[in-house]
């Protein structure tokens, strides 16, 4: 880290800090970035500090050596939880699911996924409950888990059906063929496909355009198009009206009130072209 402010993790995950940006990566090269029980524990005491570190103001979600991950360790997950008892059994599942959906899918600060290679099976869960996700074009997508006799594990099916259309889900979860970057864009499951030589360049420079936002309203912006999707039409006009309401309410900063002045008062803000000058 390159702060000397201790911040958890260390092991399996290690965290870098950069202008306003925590880099998080998932630190079992060796396996691929495969995801144990070790690293869910870690991982959820690495985004619980994170979230109230005035360091990371984005998180960019990535892994160390040539993977994103793999997916689940087949033996230190699954076979790790097959002789414990139901409530330790309980416990792990519980510690994995935390990290990669309930966490990430309503966390207080903006997540980017960085796939640097490997994505596969149970990795699909975090990189979808990211907000944004940028890949390597040749990166390598799938989800192989038919091969093996098993169905995806985890919520990858439910977190598949979230931004891809059931044709192609269905494609790869009944054929486990592998894809890249280029096709996941197509897909819509990042953002951007990238050369692998440019990755970090392009995430960085989305990441500081984010760090740069007011952080209440854009915390406020994720959660409510995250929870009005799930809403009909009338309900999410009631909803979206009072979370604008409390958007005004609680920012501190006030950016409504500034942004209304530079822009109507002082035409000194167009808001198609930047930010309203934040103090």
């Known amino acids: 880290m390159s702060d ?10 290690l965290v870098e800090f950069d202008e306003g940006i925590a880099w998080v990566y998932i630190n079992r090269p060796d396996k691929r970035n495969a995801m144990s029980v070790g690293l869910a524990h ?18 960019v979600l990535s892994g160390k050596g040539d993977a994103f991950s793999a997916g ?9 939880t097959d002789d414990v008892s139901d409530i330790e059994r309980h416990r792990a599942y519980r510690a994995n699911r935390a990290w990669q959906w309930r966490t990430l899918m309503h966390y207080a600060k903006p997540t980017i996924a960085m796939v640097n290679g490997w994505c596969f099976g149970g990795a699909f869960t975090p990189l979808i409950c990211c907000d944004l996700a940028i890949t390597d074009e040749a990166a390598t997508f799938g989800l192989s888990e038919i091969n093996w006799g098993i169905i995806p594990g985890g919520v990858v099916s439910k977190a598949l059906s979230t931004l891809m259309g ?29 050369p692998a030589a440019k990755l970090r360049e392009r995430t960085r420079e989305l990441a500081l355009v984010l760090a740069e936002k007011n952080p209440t309203v854009l915390r406020q912006a994720r959660m409510a198009y995250k929870y009005a999707r799930y809403m009909d039409w ?28 530079q822009f109507l008062d002082e035409k000194t803000f167009k808001p198609g072209l930047g930010n309203y000058k934040r103090d």
Do not use: H
């Open 42 to 59: 870690e991982m959820n005491a690495v985004l619980d500090a994170l979230e109230m570190d005035d360091r990371a103001r984005v998180i």
């Open 72 to 80: 689940m360790d087949l033996k230190d997950f699954f076979r790790a």
């Open 166 to 194: 059931d044709r192609e889900a269905l494609y790869y979860v009944m054929t486990g063929e592998k894809f890249d970057g280029r096709r996941a864009k197509e897909l819509g499951l990042v953002n951007e496909s990238v």
């Open 4 to 13: 000397s402010k201790p911040v958890p993790g260390g092991n399996e995950v």
């Open 234 to 261: 009338e309900t999410s006009a009631e909803y979206l009206t009072a979370k604008a309401d409390q958007t005004t309410f609680v920012d501190s900063e006030k950016g409504r009130e500034k942004g209304m002045t």
